[in-house]
């Protein structure tokens, strides 16, 4: 095979492994959703003869699925991963050594694991074994699809994705008027992707009291994909007759509340409503120490919806990583609530990293940099 056309199949496999990757995001724990594609060339041009991904709750890892998938087929194969293979022994063997028996021959990765038991020593182990080793193909667009795990690896909190919809004159609502439809089908419909792929999602008590959202995964086939619910809400104003509380035993969901009040908390809790304790900082839930609990929890990815003031607030201390703007066509006007952010007002150190058009709804996508 000529040198160049190397470099092009090593980045269409890959693309296909990132691709494959995506399906577990939000199902893997933590641990992130990994994928390995082996491809063995018997004379007809190189072929896919192994998949696998991380399964369900984080374990089994990719790679022992992919082995398994292509038996002996591995063997002076090339394996497709899309973050360094693990080289720390659990309850398994390390799947740098994994490959090692499998008799693979040339390993291509794409994202570096920040883990320090896993980086460099995953591909160390290969190379020792003689095996060829390609580091950071698609580097960047696999590590994009695990920013929730890269950044509750080096951060200790969850990736923050901040979501919006926004009317054409940039407000996100109506004082007074509930749920304002500002955006059509399509685009809802990414938003409930986008849920299915978070593993917890975040409202101030604000939006809860006036639009009595559900924040469910209500794509068909999709609905178990629904993450956490959480709620910011210090009283426990949370009302037991609300969307959320009455779904609260089918999705969980958790309220963020400063202090006893056993009075709310005893008939939240009957219905099936958790508590996450939180600490007031100047009359506010203090949201870096909420982070760092949610991290804790397990939780790599947060998906926060608003209202306003929880928008202005997670920006305001910087906690947000990547900002996501739906815009309709339809304006509000000047009583509606403006926008803490839009696509001419984007908060000085974000890109843009993604722009779509669903249906007369726009599709703005801005991450951090660095
Ligand atoms: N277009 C959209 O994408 C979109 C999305 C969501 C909502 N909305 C609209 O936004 C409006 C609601 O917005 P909102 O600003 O009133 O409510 P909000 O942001 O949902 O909730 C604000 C409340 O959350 C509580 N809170 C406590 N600590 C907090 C903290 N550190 N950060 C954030 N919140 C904290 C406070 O309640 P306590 O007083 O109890 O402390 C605060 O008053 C509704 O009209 C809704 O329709 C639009």
Excluded at 106 to 117: F, N, T
Excluded at 188 to 212: C, K
């Amino acid at each position: 095979m000529m040198p160049g056309r190397t470099d092009e199949a090593d980045r269409r496999f890959m693309a296909a492994a990132i691709r494959y990757s995506r399906r577990h995001l939000g199902l893997t724990g933590t641990n992130p959703s990994v994928a390995t594609l082996i491809v063995a060339d018997d004379g007809g041009g190189p072929a896919v003869v192994g998949r696998g991904i991380t399964s369900l709750g984080g374990r089994p890892h990719a790679e022992p699925q992919a082995i398994a998938e292509a038996g002996e087929r591995a063997r002076g194969a090339t394996a497709y991963v899309t973050l360094e293979p693990c080289a720390h022994h659990g309850r398994t063997p390390p799947c740098a050594e994994a490959l090692v028996t499998a008799g693979i021959a040339r390993v291509v990765g794409a994202a570096a694991d920040p883990d320090h038991r896993v980086s460099g020593r995953g591909y160390a182990i290969l190379r020792k074994a003689g095996i060829e080793v390609v580091e950071g193909v698609l580097a960047d667009a696999a590590a994009d699809l695990m920013r929730g795990y890269l950044t509750r690896s080096v951060k200790k909190r969850p990736q923050v994705i901040l979501k919006l919809a926004l009317s054409a004159d940039a407000k996100i609502g109506l004082e007074g008027a509930g749920q304002v439809p500002i955006t059509a089908a399509i685009a809802r419909s990414q938003v409930h992707a986008m849920r299915a792929e978070a593993d917890a999602i975040l409202v101030g008590i604000g939006t809860a009291l006036a639009d009595d959202p559900s924040l469910t995964c209500r794509l068909p086939g999709l609905e178990a994909r629904s993450p956490v619910r959480i709620v910011i809400d210090r009283k426990m104003r949370l009302p037991l007759d609300s969307a959320l509380v009455q779904t609260a035993r089918q999705v969980p969901v958790l309220v963020t509340a400063a202090g006893d009040m056993q009075e709310r908390r005893g008939p939240l809790t009957a219905a099936g409503v958790g508590f996450i304790a939180a600490e007031v900082h100047e009359d506010h839930i203090a949201l870096p120490e909420l982070l760092e609990d949610l991290a804790e929890r397990g939780y790599a990815t947060l998906l926060v919806e608003g209202g306003a003031f929880t928008a202005e607030a997670f920006l305001a201390e910087e906690l947000v990583d990547r900002i996501v703007l739906f815009t309709g066509p339809e304006k509000i006007g000047p009583r509606g609530i403006a926008a803490p952010v839009d696509p001419d007002h984007i908060p000085a150190g974000f890109s843009l990293h993604r722009q779509a058009v669903f249906g007369a709804d726009g599709y703005f996508e801005y991450v951090r940099n660095g």
